[in-house]
């Protein structure tokens, strides 16, 4: 039986953008992922479509597509931007073949829909996921950015089976929408347990010791399925993992936690 840790790999890993080093060339990705699949990091969450792309080559490089569960959003290239970081794109039919392709695959794993207000817009949304579902060609449908009211308005038979929301020390309301998720035999994913990487040099002490004791916190609390950090280097992938494995963070732990919650948070 294969083990599977809490943690999850995040698609920020192999972009230049939203976190503070540098992008990892791509022999350095390819040891991060080979780092999470021998060591029970199978989920692999790509936001962006230039996310696709990269981890798409490097489990085609690897040849380990079948180890991986890859979870995918609504983000595509857009004309002239194809550089940037773009807003989220309602799921039309034609994009399945546009994200299977990046992902060099012939399925997707988890398909995550950005939540949206527009409550007929995201029906359609549902319906279609429903249809990609049936094909064979997804396996599970997620909410991403999820709220309560997203799920209080979810129609009768939707393919809903998870929720994935930035959780966290600092940001705790995702535990609202957790809660009703759980109440609904939900899948639940936090998203961001540092906020971003920039968040651990204003807390102003050792970054290694910091990151372990927020990631501690967010992986030990009980509504929480699976976390998913962004890691560009291969040596973080033991350490992140070495630190989920010491369990909850401990009194004296707390109290420095809020600490850094009373001067920064």
Known sequence: MRVSSKLGLGGHSYMQQLGNDPKPAFEEQCEIVSACLDNGIHLFDTTYYQERVALGSILEQLGRREEAR????NFFTQPGKEDDLVPYTPYEPHHLDIMLEELQTDYIDTLVIHADDDADGQRRELELARDWMESGRIGSVALGMAKARHLDVLPEGHP???VL???NAFVREAADVFALANSQGMEKIALSPFIRGWKLDEIGEDPAKVSGILLRWVTSQDLVDHVI??????EWV???LDAVARGPITEEEQIRL???L???G
Not at 70 to 73: D, E, G, K, S, V
């Open 70 to 73: 890859i979870m995918a959003w």
């Open 160 to 162: 809903v089976g998870g």
């Open 262 to 264: 009373a001067r920064v």
């Open 229 to 234: 950090v962004s890691m560009r280097k291969s």
């Open 258 to 260: 809020e600490g850094w």
């Open 238 to 240: 033991r350490a992140n």
């Open 165 to 167: 929301a930035p959780y």
